[in-house]
Nanobody, 124 residues
């Protein structure tokens, strides 16, 4: 069964850190573009970061210097290290996968496989 399962969300105070994980099954992540997206209540789903098959990364301006996307091909897993968290980072976070050609876009509409999401809440 092809699926993505996120974990690691939670509630933290502003300035804190969290590490999200996304375990993939049914396919090999090394061949695909992987991404993290987030959606706050009443807002559209936005791209946070992507990593392509060769390890190149791309970040949204709002998280540059604070978030780091990485992957472990041996564990078939994707990660998002989030530091210096702000209340505006509060959202449901999703991991996603698709063809390598979509990695440049950071657009949710380009991704076809999604996890169920994990909630991140940052209090001031």
């Amino acid at each position: 069964q092809v699926q993505l399962v996120e974990s690691g969300g939670g509630s933290v105070q502003a300035g804190g850190s969290l590490r999200l994980s996304c375990a993939a099954s049914g396919f090999t992540i090394s061949r695909y573009c992987l991404g993290w997206f987030r959606q706050a209540p009443g807002k559209v789903r936005e791209g946070v970061a992507t990593i392509d098959s060769t390890g190149n990364t791309r970040y949204a301006d709002s998280v540059k210097g604070r978030f780091t996307i990485s992957k472990d091909n041996a564990k078939n897993s994707l990660y998002l290290e989030m530091n210096s968290l702000k209340p505006e980072d509060t959202a449901m976070y999703y991991c996603a996968a698709d063809s390598p050609v979509v990695c440049w876009a950071l657009r949710a509409s380009e991704f076809g496989l999604w996890g169920q999401g994990t909630q991140v809440t940052v209090s001031s």
